[in-house]
């Protein structure tokens, strides 16, 4: 009989690429890790992992089995659920993954509206940001992500599918009567020489920002990284630093920061994304509901 737990192992192998990140993503040390998969090969009596130098890869039927996996995973979780509310109403737990300035704009009321209309449902809120959160829900580590999709990193595919909940501006964020913050869209050549707050090295909004100011033609003199958009703000707000936020992050009424939209728009598409199964268990749905209606009318063309 095939394991569930050693199944999600295989299936996390696939999705993160590595033993640690396995590791890592389960608690575990590296070496229970192989030693879960290699109980497994010995299950199914085939070879699922092989050696290529230091690192290891699924063979064949190792992606055969990692990718059914998940949908056996998934069927379990339905069945529980189903059984736990007896068919009739959402129940069991639901892992909702979003990203930083999505989780108080979007996840946290959906969460609210689903705590009254069905007590029978638990949603766990992660932090997830764009480029960590399709391994993750590929994983099962999450069953729904908040994401966007202006970003190649991580290629979509059959598996995933997609509902869109909003349009969100990237904002150029200012101190409190800074001399640059008039009225009408910004230039960012003109602010090639202030000091930039930036996110932290390699995650999505780090990556936009330096790539928006280089198509400025300048290189931008960062002084400060913060992971969490509070900081940014109190750090603009004190006058330290200019900064390129999404407009979900912007909280004008809690700090005295201008804003101004771009000369070149750039807006992030904001999406909800699953792993394809037909039809997605009732919970799921009820979360994918709750989040449509939180995030007001659907995108153009969505």
């Keep these: 009989m095939m394991n569930p737990w050693r199944l ?7 999705a993160l690429g590595t033993v640690r ?15 879960q998969l290699a109980v497994l090969e010995t299950e199914m009596r085939t070879q699922l992992i092989e050696r290529t130098g ?21 069927h379990m979780d339905s ?26 704009t979007l996840a946290v009321p959906a969460v609210s509206r689903l705590a009254s209309l069905h007590p029978h449902l638990e949603v766990e809120l992660l932090e997830l ?14 069953d729904i992500v908040i994401t966007t999709t202006d970003f ?21 964020v200012l101190p409190p009567g800074h001399p640059g ?17 930036f996110d932290v090295p390699q995650s999505y909004m780090a990556g936009l920002a330096l790539r928006l100011c280089r198509q400025a033609r300048f290189e931008p003199r960062v ?56 039809p997605p268990r009732t919970a799921v749905q009820a979360v994918l509901d709750a989040l449509r209606r939180v995030s007001g009318p659907a995108p153009a063309g969505a």
């Design 8 to 14: 999600r192992l295989l299936s996390l192998l696939d």
């Design 152 to 172: 190649d990193e991580q290629p979509l595919g059959e598996d995933i599918d997609l509902l869109p909940l909003a349009t969100d501006p990237v904002l150029l």
């Design 54 to 74: 230091r690192r290891v890869r699924l063979t064949s039927a190792g992606l055969i089995l990692a990718r059914r996996a998940r949908d056996v995973l998934d």
């Design 79 to 104: 069945v529980e659920a189903e059984l736990r509310g007896f068919g009739r109403e959402p129940a069991g737990r639901v892992r909702l993954g979003a990203f930083q300035s999505a989780v108080h």
């Design 181 to 197: 913050s008039g009225r009408g869209p910004a230039d960012l050549a003109a602010y090639a020489d202030e000091p930039w707050s």
């Design 21 to 35: 990140a396995v590791a890592e993503a389960a608690g575990l040390s590296p070496s229970s890790v192989s030693q």
């Design 223 to 278: 002084v400060s990284r913060f992971a969490n958009y509070m900081l940014t703000l109190q750090h603009v707000e004190a006058g330290l630093a200019v900064a390129l936020l999404p407009g979900m992050a912007v909280d004008a009424g809690r700090y005295r920061v201008t804003t101004r939209e771009l000369a070149a728009p750039v807006t992030r598409s904001i999406t909800a994304a699953i792993r394809r199964t037909s």
């Design 129 to 142: 940001e764009p480029h960590d959160s399709l391994p993750a829900l590929r994983g099962g580590e999450a």
